[in-house]
């Protein structure tokens, strides 16, 4: 009788174990193996740890939770270090487990500090949104749209290099053509 009752408490102080290292698996931090992101499949691999001889423990390739995948659809591929959390809701790492974006660090600063404001920033192209304005910093930006409309909703027309002008009175008197236009703003069309 006590045997068994011994080899109960065996049982249960192993399944114990068992579940409490399941639990701990459940939310595990790491960093985007350089790399290892495959588009196609959308997947990446996570640096977990590090090995006795220093070599990175990485994760199965796991899919990344995207900002948006509904009606508002944001690609944003993880970055090569970037710090994001393995959710894996069984506690074992595989078919079902995400990787979330985390927080900022060391090798991913924050664009921004200020409180007042959101920052979007890809690469040299920052987006800020502060209170009523929008400012948008880039070496080239295009805006395709077959109606685009300057500083609000009805403001008079804008010509370009080309389009004529109606003259009504004097000497010039006519249609003519613009010939000088700005060498920062253009538009095509």
């Not at 109960?8 to 790491?30: D, I, K, N, V």
């Amino acid at each position: 009788m006590r045997s068994e009752a011994a080899r109960e408490l065996r049982t249960l102080r192993r399944l114990l174990a068992q579940a409490e290292s399941r639990m701990a698996r459940m939310y595990m931090t790491g960093k985007v193996h350089p790399g290892s992101q495959n588009m196609k499949a959308r997947t990446i691999r996570l640096e977990l740890g590090q090995t006795q001889d220093g070599e990175p423990i990485l994760s199965p390739p796991v899919r990344w939770a995207n900002p948006g995948n509904g009606r508002l659809k944001v690609h944003s591929a993880p970055g090569d270090k970037e710090q994001m959390t393995l959710f894996n809701p069984s506690g074992t790492i595989g078919q079902n487990s995400l990787a979330q974006y985390a927080t900022y660090d060391d090798d991913n600063t924050a664009p921004s500090a200020a409180i007042d404001e959101t920052v979007i920033e890809f690469g040299d192209t920052v987006i800020v949104l502060k209170g009523d304005e929008a400012r948008v910093q880039s070496g080239k930006v295009v805006v395709e749209s077959d109606d685009v409309h300057l500083g609000g909703e009805g403001g008079e027309r804008v010509a370009r290099v080309g389009d004529k002008v109606l003259v009504k009175s004097g000497s010039s008197k006519g249609l003519w053509p613009i010939v000088e236009g700005s060498s920062n703003v253009r538009a095509a069309g």
